[in-house]
Structure formats: C-alpha cells, structure tokens
C-alpha cells in the first residue's frame, strides 16, 4: 500500500473540499463521501489527523503559521537585512540606522526587498530559492517550532503564477521542508473565503501589480492587471518626499535620494488617499449618495493647513520634514487613480484601479456581474492605506451611474441617437415610477394602454410566499446584489486557515513522490480534475475500490 | 563584514550538489569546477558562512552548513524563564512562553511587572518596560495578579474591556443567532414586510479575532449541513470495528427520527457579522485618516513593530499588545544526506554542553590572512610603521601590499595545500591577487607539549635585515601545525581607472564569473540604467579574495578513530583523502586616494 493511499484513509470520512462548498444547491448531488476505506487499517483506530502549515507566498512577503489560528505566526519579510551573510550583525550596529542605503546600481525601485518579480527574464531563480529557503527556515525553527512530524503544507500562491518560480517554490518545500504533500489555493479565492463569501471582485492591490479576480462560487472567472499598484505608490511617495527635502531651507547641494525603506515607512505610517476626489463632486453622479461624514471631511478646510512632522534620521543631515498632509495623499491620486490622464492614453498594463474594475465588472455576464458588484473585496498590501476603499468604491459607483453597463464607450456619430434612446429610456422608466404610484389610474385608462414592457409585471401573492418560503434558511442579507457594495477579508491567510482548519481539500494538490519524480510536468494537462465524485456504490466491495482514493493523476488547476 | 577585518569566511556548496532538484533547473551556464566564486554575487550571502558555524560531517565527508542540515526539535524553552514546555504545551497554546515573560512592543526588550500599588506590592499590577519606559498604562490594561500574567492578559482587551473566551464566544454567538433566526422566521410568515438584517451589532466594529471565529463557525454549520449524516457516506465501513458495529445499531435505532432533512440548505454566503461578514464601512477609514492628520507621525507604528504584533494590520500605536516571548528550542542536526547526527545538544536546558558535536573546526583547516608586519616588507620605509597598527579599513588602491595567508591544521595527519585564486578579484572594483607559494604541506596536529619541546620553533627565521626577501614560490613561515605565505595584492581603483586593465598587463583578463555572475542575476533592460556610473554598491568597496583550497592527506580508513588523538599509533590501512572548498578572505576596506 503506498503512503499516499494510507495518508489518504487516514482523513476523516468525508473531505469537504473548496469545490464542494461551491456546488449549485440546486442541483441532486452524490453525497461527497468518497470511500476510500481504510479496510486494512487496524479497527477502530484512533486516527492521526494529517497536520498542516498554512504559508501565503507573496512578492514581498510570506506569511506563515498553522490552521485554525487567527493570524499568521510570522510575516517575513525580504529586505537586505534579511539577506545578509552568516554572523553579519551591521544592522544592529546603532551607526546603522543613520546611514541610507544607495539602490544598487542595476536595481528597480525596491528590488531587494522582493522575493520574486514576475518578469522571469530578470529574475535569478537561485537567489528566490535561498531567500525563501532561508526565510522558510526561519518560519520553522523560530515561529513554528514543530515536532519533527513532516507536515502538510497550505499554499496559498497569486494566480498565473510563473511555472519557474512555482517549481522553485515547491523544490524548497518539498526537497528542504520535507513536506509530504501540498495544497496550492490561489489568493483571491481564500480572499473571498476569508470574507464568508461564495463569490466576489477580488482586488488585490499588491506589490508589483493589482490583480482584479471575478470569483463566482469559488472560481476564478475573469482576471484583469494593472501595474498601478504599491510599488508605483511607494515611488510617487519617495519622489515628492525627495522634492519636500530639496525645497527645506539650508537643503545640501546634492538632491534628496531617500531610500526605499524610508519612503516605504512614511507610505505605510502616514500615507493616505482622498475618500472622495475634490474633481468629482462638483458632477451630478454623487449627489444622492454621499455620506454625510465624507462631505464634512472634505469640506472643512483648515485654516492653518494641517502638517506632519516626519523625521529623517537617515538624510544627511538628519533633519524632521513637515510636510503639508494633503501632500500625503497625492502618491494614491497619481500612481493609483491617474485622474489628470484621459482614459485613452494609458496603455493596457496601466489602467488606473477604478476602470479597471470597472472594465472587470463590465465583462462579467449579468447575473455574476450582479453578485460580484455587491462583493467587491479590497485587499493586499496597498489596501491598508486608509481611505482608498472608500475612494475606490466611490469612484466605481460614480463610473457605473455615469456609464451604466455598457459596453460600448462611444457611439460615435451614433451618439445622438443612443442619448435620445436612452433619454427615452429614462423617461418612461420614471414614468413607471410615476404610474407605479397610482395604478388605478392606468387601469382605468383602456385607450392608451403601456407597451408591455413599461407595463409593472404582475405580482403574483402566492408566487412570492413560496419563493421566500423556498429561500427561508437564506437570510436576504446573503442574496444582496445589483449595488456596489465593499466588503472586508480577513486576508488570504486567514482564508487559508480557516480552509485548512476544515480539512477541506484543495483541486490542486501535489504529492511529494509524484513532484520529485516529474517535477510541476507530471501534471496533467486538464485544468480541472473532477470534483464531483463518482458515483458508488454502496456494495460490500466498497473498501476494495482502491482507485477511488488514489488521486491518479493531479493538475495545476489555474496554475497550468 | 560585520566580522573585523580581515575575516575568512568558507562556503558549503554540499547543497546544491547534493539536492537532486537543483539538477532540474536548467543548465549551469558553466561547470562547478569551472566557475570562478564571486564573493559579491547576492547569491554568495547564502553560501559563505564563518567557520565556527560549520558542521562537519564525517561519513560524507564534507562541510556541513546551516541549510544542508535537517534539524529536529529536542525541547523547547523559554529564553526568559527557561521554563521547559512541554511539546502538549507547545502544540496547544502556541509559540509563545505562557507565563510571565512578555517583550516590549516598541523596542523588545523583556518587560518587568510591575506593581501600581504605593507600597509596591500588590495590586494592580502593569508590565513595564525598563528599556523605552513603554508600559501597558499607555494601552490601558492593569492586572489583577502579579503572576501568570498570559493568562490574564489573554482576557484583557487593550482599554481594559474583556475579551471572551472561545466558549463564551460561542455561547454568545449562539445567543445571538436564535434571536436573529427568530426574527426571521416572523419574517417569513409576513413577507411582505422584509426587514433588512439587524444592524444593532454594528456599533462595535468586531476585532479580527471575532470575525475569523465567527466565520469559522459558519463554515463549519455550512460544511455540516453539506454533509449528510448517512453513516454509509462516511468512509470508513469497518465491520470489524466495534464502533462500526454501535453506529449501525444507532441507525436502526434512530430510524424513527422525524427530523430527519429532506434537502440540505443550499451553500450559501455569510449573512451577518455574527457569521464573519463584515460589509466596509466608510467611517472607519475617515477616522483613521483623521487621526493621523491630529496625532501624526508618533502615534503610527514602525514596519518592523507592526509584523512583531499578533495582528500586523494594526496601525495606532494604542493598539500595541505586549509579545509574549517567543519559546527557543534545543534541536539537533542531521546531516541530510545521510542521516547522521551532527549536533546534539543536552537535553537540559540550563546545560550548554553537547553530547554529540561535529564541528568543521576539528576537519578544516584555518585560514586566515593578516597584514605582514611592515618592517619586512619593501615599502617600509615609513619611520613610524611599526607603531602604527596596519589599517585594514584603509587600504590604498594600485600600491602593492603583502599579506601574510596563514593556514593551521586540526587533522592529525600532514596535509598538502593547493591554493588558486582568480588573478583579479571579481567585482567592479578588480583587485590584482598573487599567492606567491601556492603549493606548500602543513604539518600534523600533534600533541601540544611538542611545540614546546621541539628545539626550534621555526625552520625559518625572518629579521628585519631581511626585507625585502620575499620570494615566490617558497613559504613565508611553518609551524608544528601552520605554515604561512606570501599574498601579493594590489588593491583596485574605486572609481575605476580606464588604463586599469592595462596597468594590470595582458595577462589579467577579467574571471569569466563576473561577467557571467552579473548575467545570471541580470536585470535585463533596467541593467543599463546605471551599469557605468560609477556608484559603487553597498559593500563594493570591500576588498574580498576568494580563494579555492584543496588539501590532500591521507588518514586512516576507519573514519571514527579520527580526532580521537591515537591515530599516529594506528596501523590501520591509510587512504587518501582530498577536501576541496573555496573560502573567502575579507582584507579590508579600499579607499579612494
């Protein structure tokens, strides 16, 4: 019996997995129990769960820890200080913290503070392979600290992930962390499980691009990048501190060059972003839907302009900024909304976020649109900035009043026509509305009688009882949809967590015989592997099925 | 380094060749033997190692370094109290010491508890700081008792409210969840009148901790209505197992039962806070935004505080909890190849001793570089050389300079040096590098009291008349177990001098590995953005030689009579033996001229 058939007895009868959950309810379902028996198992026995890590791999980060905690046990990060050598202890040197670090001479803006970038062409993939070994040793000998158990690993991984750096990421864990078995989950989906939903517009504002994922019934549908993301924020950020220090009185002669921690720092403590655009409320889109302590905040201008001072312990000579703290705000104007650029010069990789939801939103069919735009989840990194959900969610709802659902930008020479159709439209909507009010009215009224379409359809008393009687166990908050709606996750993470927690098993997992044998090609070549299990019999034969439980094969699943 | 020049430090590359994944990743763009080590290649960070870290394990014969071990968790303790935990302990509660010891959440120092009472000692009692002077008065929590405060803090939420424990929780969720479901049911008989969702709980915004229990809590009812309780759905049919047997019988039995579903409730999305819901609320951000524009900068947290906090995603310097002290842990390493143990500490906590303890120091020989004493060398002429201790850190490009490389020997066995390195060092800033005798024997690690016995100390005696008298390819100086010799080097120009090159002569061609080390880290297009101007990177400055040693001897067959002191008395069969590594020697720092 190989291992992989006894670690597979050995879970609890029936597995959930995400896919389970995410099967329609109304369709007949086979009961998920798939009989895998432990038949030679010794009787009665008292079952060894399999045990889990749970890691979230990131650009900049990894976070670990083991399922069922509420927050991870350690976040990693990968900044220089992290790489230095053996017995290297300068960082703790106090001279240290006065001295800034000059970018390497070759280096993008905050590269060595990346695990990976997504451009394998500049990536050495030696380097990500030590620095995450390293920082996985870390994880485990400090912050796990486990028994010397080999333990299940939860991956949780960015979506389209490159296959080289997946397989570096896998070699580490499997050849290094011994794992007997991964499952690799892809981050909006635990966003979205992490939120208690079933669907949603998961907007993860990461590291080197935003990643725009419709998740309907736990699956990726549709996925749209912007290169707006918190590396160009924490740039904008460094060029205006950088202009900030050269206007100070008594400035050196050579031109402020903060380095990345800095810049980062002030971005993460003391950044934010404008709930409302000023621009923007002067048009009409707003005027209904404003919250009462937005418009204050906006509209109270301070007489003495409210500053920060930020100290620059590293800048030479160490000098405290006070910088205007509208000032703070202009990084997420420029490098996340773009507002002072027409639509039609950006290039593709470079939508500013909120069309980009917008144009997500917009190629989703009706009905997922619908659950999707009442779900929308703001996470990653450059969400924590405080105000840009507010702002985001803002200038969605100002797009979609202003544009509606149409796909088509503009008509052209059309365009008089559409706006007379639409007038139309709208005019005999509010007709409806007017009508709606008194309907004796319209039914005494036989000579002109409504288009049908323009006609209120009729309620029928007993039709609604039913349906609601049907949906009794559903409370109507969980059915909201057709308004732009902001909801919190508890971050991938967490979703991971609370998966692994469950024990429900993943579409893609990996043995570790089967990855060490053919690597990340043994894998085969369909997206999905069938999560609907067949259909068995509940014969005597039922233990000796063995192929039930034996995974033959194992994809990649949004990852091939 | 951070290590004082000049330092020495080794590489392991027992990794990469012994990891049968790494063959997987493509070519090598040269062979191993070919490639030159280049000491400023990021990579070579997670290679080089001081000798004092390294393992050495026998059976393979080869250096051992941290990430070519597999270690194996003995006990655990915590670093404060030493208290032993036990691995139950450990596994229930965390990664965290669970009594008294707690860490200051601005600069990490241990914490001291303290009590608020006049006469000292009694309630209430606050954990203090003694380093920053932080306290938890400035988070509001006091405590009842001056002991077993992780308990008592674990019930305390920042500002004094308590937290619920899981139970509670529960309860208290339960609670909740029948009101809002009777609620509902009224609901349904009326549907006219359909109520939005309670909002009452809304006035507190739930913590993380609350939502993720509470979202935990759903899925699992989810997943339970999901699953039927049909004993034949569950896996295991064991009929030899007694509880089988039980749980078919309460089939039968309970066939009766009228509650039995007809249809599970569909999946569905949480509804509720109460069921980890958390819908985004607009004033939360205005209220941190406003905050920040009152309080500024002091009151926001640092990057490197906030990931040391159970929840990173705070951000207001009152949401600080105290860390407790995260528990250390004696391990033991296991060569990864072979499965031998390397080190074994003792299972005491408060012992430092080992049982077992292979270390590269007893197997590897020493290697160390330091300047020759100035009144040997030509360029004495200085007056006061001799008072003035060589400047390391001050190292004068395109003046030769002689250091004295010096190697010891551990094994019992003479051994043979072979010493290569790469004529110019590989870098921007390209040192020129000649090892004068690079081929030379190291005697055997005797018995001390023979250094001492033996007549003369040293075969060659060196006199300050002698200067001058450097001559290549003999040895500088030898010992019982050490000879040292002559490195010739000439230190790079900072700033790149164009006739460098030449100056050097025809001969010193730049190492392959640089160009190639630079194309494998390559940055492609952004790679011209600063390829010449001439800024030197962070530690570039740095003169680093590297150095490759192969040593030959011949030992004793039987591996563990080795380092035990007898093998000059064995018989034994001999066998020869060849080490081959590269270290890297840090001389110093250059400086501009």
Known sequence: MSTSDRSQGRTRGTTPRIADLASTPETPRTPPGRSNSSIYGSPGGFRVEDEYVVLEVGARFVRGGLPGETTPRCTLTFGPDEQRRAADYRQWDPEHHHSRRKRKRDQAWGQDHELYRLDINQVDLGLVEDKFERAMREAFNKYFVLDTKPRRIMLSLPPKLPHALMSTILDVLFGNFQAPSITLLSAPVLATVAAGLRSALVVDIGWAETLITAVCEYREVNEQRTTRATKLLSEHMANILNAALDDEPGAGDPKAEISFEEADEVLTRVGWCKSKPRSNRRTMYFAARTSPILEEFEDAVESPEPTINIPFPKHTPPTELTIPFTSLAKPAESALFAPDMALNEFDDQELPLHHLIYRALLSLPMDVRRLCMSRIIITGGGSQLPGLKTRLLAELEALVSQKGWDPVRNYGSASARHEQLMNQKRENLELRNQEGEDKVSESLDPETPLPPGLQNPEEDFIDAK?????????????????????????????????????????????????????????????????????????????????????RASWTLGVWA | MAQPFPYTYYTCDCFDSNNPLASKRGPQPLEEDERDFDPHNPRSNYTLYPLEQLLYCEDCQQIRCPRCVAEETINWYCPSCLFEVPSSVVKSDGNRCTRNCFNCPVCTSPMTTNSLDQHGDGPPYILACPYCKWSTVEIGIEVEKGTGISAQLAKIANGGHPIPSLKERDKERERKKELESRRREKDAMSPTQDSPTTDTERDSTPSHDDLFYNLSSFYKSQIDAQTPSNPFSSAEINFSSPSAYSRIMSMYSSSSRKNKRSKPAPARDAASILEGL???????????????????????????????QPDPTIRFSDELRPLATLLCTKRSKRCRSCRHILSKPENKITSTRYKIKLLALNHIPRISMRALPSQYTQSSSAPSATATPFAYDALKPGIPTHFLLHISNPLFDPIRVTLATPSTTPGKVQSR???????????????????????????????????????????????????????????????????????????AAPPTSTND????????????????????????DVLEIPVFVRLEFEADVNAEERGLGDSRGSKGEREKREEAFWVVVGLGRIVEI
């Open chain 2, 517 to 540: 080390g630079r194309k494998r880290s390559g940055t492609g297009a952004l790679r011209d953005v600063g390829e010449d101007d001439g800024d030197l990177n962070y530690d570039e």
């Open chain 2, 433 to 507: 590098v000649t090892i004068l005798c690079p081929q030379f024997e190291v005697g055997a690690n005797t018995d001390v009291w023979d250094d001492a016995l033996a007549s003369s100390l040293s075969p060659i005696k060196h006199s300050a008349q002698d200067a001058g008298q450097i001559e290549a390819g003999k040895i500088w100086d030898r010992g019982r177990n050490w000879t040292s010799v002559v490195v010739e080097v000439v230190p790079g120009f900072l700033d790149g001098v164009p006739g460098l090159a030449s100056s050097i002569g025809p001969g």
């Open chain 1, 466 to 550: 039913l349906s609601h009687l049907a949906l009794k166990n559903v409370p109507s908050a969980s059915l909201v949809g057709g308004v732009i709606r902001g909801v919190d996750t508890l971050g991938a993470w967490a979703g991971a967590s609370l998966v692994a927690h469950h024990r429900i098993k993943g579409i893609v997992e990996i043995e570790r015989e089967r990855y060490l044998q053919h690597g990340l090609q043994g894998a085969t070549r369909e997206k999905e592997v069938s999560v609907v299990q067949q259909r068995q019999s509940m014969g005597p034969g039922i233990g000796m099925g063995r192929g039930g439980g034996d």
């Open chain 2, 278 to 308: 958390s819908i985004h609320d607009p004033s939360n951000d205005a209220q941190a935004i406003e905050r920040i524009k009152r309080e500024g900068w002091s009151t926001t947290l640092q990057p490197s505080q906030k990931l040391a």
